[in-house]
C-alpha cells in the first residue's frame, strides 16, 4: 500500500507533463501513489499519460466531466488517496530525486504533521533562476502576512490532520489550504533544502504581482472572513514585504523575510 499520495491536476500540460512524472518515477523513495487528475485538456495530454505509463501500477489517472479547475482537479485527488501523506506537484513542476525520502523521514523522526520545504525557481527551459529558502516553522498568523509555502513542497499527514481539501476559488487554493490545515495543527515546518524546481511562465501567478495581490485580498475577506480591518492589517505585511523580497533582497534577508 502507497504510503504517499501526490496530486497532480493536468490541463493542456503536454510540453512538461513527462518531465514531472519521471521525477516522481526518480524518487529514492518508492511507496508512492501519483494520482494524475485530467481536467479536460484538448492537447494530447491525457493520451500521452496513458501511453508512456500505462505499465506503471503506481499511477492512477482519473478524468473531470467538465473543465472544473485545479481546485476541484486537486480535491479529488485528495479524496481518492490511499496513502497517509498527501503531497502535491503541478504538472510543469519538478522533484528533485531525493525529495520523498528527505521529507517523510523528517515527519516520521519530528512527529511533525505538516511540512514544506526550499525551492529552486526555473523558467520554461529549465534554466534556474534563483533559490526560496523557507523559515523553520510558521502559524496560521504568520503565514496570513505572507505565503512562504510553496505547493509543490508540501506534505500534511492525513491520519493526523484528516484530508482537508483546498478551497473551491479560481486562484490561491494552496494558500487557502496551507491556512485550513493550520487550523487544526499549530505549525508548519519548514526544511531549508531545495527539494524541488518551480516553473515560473509569463502567465503564472507567481510571475503576476497584481493578479496574486487581488486574489489574496479575495482570499483574506471570502474565504477567511477576516474583519475589514483585520484584513488591511495584513495585507499591508503581505504588500510591503513582497516589494522589499522583489526590490531589496538583501535588506529582506537581513530582517528575517528573506530566507
Not at 525557481?121 to 503565514?143: A, F, H, R
Not at 509543490?152 to 487554493?173: A, C, F, H, N, W
Request: charged share 25%; glycine share 6%; aromatic share 12%.
Amino acid at each position: 500500500m502507497a504510503c504517499v499520495s501526490i496530486v497532480m491536476p493536468i490541463f493542456n500540460s503536454v510540453d512538461y507533463v513527462k518531465d514531472a512524472i519521471d521525477s516522481v518515477i526518480a524518487q529514492t523513495f518508492s511507496e508512492w501513489q501519483l494520482i494524475v487528475v485530467d481536467d479536460c485538456s484538448t492537447d494530447g495530454s491525457l493520451e500521452l499519460v496513458k501511453k508512456l505509463y500505462r505499465n506503471e501500477k503506481r499511477i492512477v489517472l482519473l478524468r473531470l466531466a467538465v473543465n472544473s479547475g485545479p481546485a476541484i482537479a486537486r480535491n479529488l485527488g485528495i479524496r481518492e488517496a490511499a496513502g497517509r501523506y498527501i503531497a502535491f506537484l503541478d504538472a510543469d513542476d519538478l522533484w528533485l530525486p531525493n525529495k520523498l525520502e528527505k521529507q517523510i523521514s523528517f515527519m516520521r523522526e519530528s512527529g511533525v504533521p505538516f511540512s514544506f520545504s526550499g525551492y529552486e525557481k526555473i523558467d520554461s527551459d529549465g534554466v534556474s533562476i534563483g533559490e526560496i529558502g523557507v523559515p523553520q516553522k510558521v502559524n496560521y498568523k504568520t503565514l496570513l502576512k505572507t505565503c512562504v509555502i510553496g505547493c509543490l513542497t508540501v506534505v500534511y499527514d492525513s491520519y493526523m490532520l484528516g484530508k482537508v481539501e483546498m478551497p473551491v476559488i479560481d486562484k490561491r487554493q494552496d494558500f487557502g489550504l496551507w491556512l485550513r490545515l493550520l487550523k487544526e495543527t499549530e505549525y508548519a515546518y519548514g526544511i531549508s533544502e531545495p527539494l524541488a524546481k518551480y516553473r515560473v511562465h509569463d502567465n503564472s501567478i507567481s510571475y503576476n504581482k497584481r493578479r496574486a495581490a487581488f486574489y489574496t485580498w479575495r482570499l483574506y475577506r471570502r474565504v477567511e472572513k477576516l474583519p475589514f480591518l483585520q484584513a488591511c492589517y495584513y495585507f499591508s505585511h503581505y504588500a510591503v514585504r513582497g516589494v522589499l523580497r522583489r526590490h531589496c533582497p538583501d535588506f529582506a534577508r537581513n530582517i528575517g523575510i528573506l530566507h
